[in-house]
């Protein structure tokens, strides 16, 4: 799962926070916690935990916490994400030219709001909304790494190869193929947030494979699980 840590903890319901010079880790009371990009600003609703909702204008990386009886939304000035327990990133600025949601893990729910059209996104899809329309696209990549988040680590226990090479095509936004005797091989342990190839580099390494890249994609082959 994507690890969010760094600098700030917060747990103040109804004021706004605004991160004017540097990147905010954002802790809220019901165990989620956000990334808040320089720049950007969120007011956590006064009732908050018992109603999850987020007001955000700008750029914000959200891990959310499950929890199936009680919704957590974040209203932007254009779009509205509600989600039961996810990663996800969501870039929403009144005087910005699209406004989108990337999804990471899990699954949410993204309107517009101002057509109320509605669409689900599965990991590895963002949902855009163009300044010139009322609707909502769906694309298929997930451009997270051009917003340069500078904190998120990544950390896995006993979690399927297979499953862990999907969390970091989603954030990087880059295919990678391993071989079917290493999907279901188990792997633990923090990866800092590094380039793509040093990542996979590191994972080859643990299981005695090789690394190899085309133009559209990463190859890990041969090796075998522990």
Known sequence: ALVLSWIFLFNTKGDLIHADTDQFLVQ?????????????????????????????????????THDSNNPFTVNGPNLTT??????????????????????????VSVRSVTSKQKI?????ERAVKRKDTELITKESKLLLKEF???????????????????ELQNYFGENISIPPALNKCLFSGPIANNSLDTILNSIALVFGAELSKTSDKYILSGGACN
């Open 148 to 166: 340069r988040w500078n904190y998120p680590s990544f950390s896995f226990k006993d979690q399927p190869l297979s499953e862990v090479c999907n």
């Open 28 to 64: 809220l009371e019901d165990g989620s916690q956000l990334i808040l990009s320089k720049g950007s600003e969120i007011r956590i609703d006064a009732e908050f935990p018992a109603k999850r909702t987020i007001y955000l204008e700008g750029s914000a990386l959200f891990e959310v």
């Open 82 to 107: 509600e989600v039961l327990g996810t990663t996800f990133l969501m870039d929403d600025t009144p005087d910005k030219n699209d406004a989108e949601v990337q999804l990471i893990e899990g699954q």
């Open 120 to 124: 689900i996104l599965n990991p590895g």
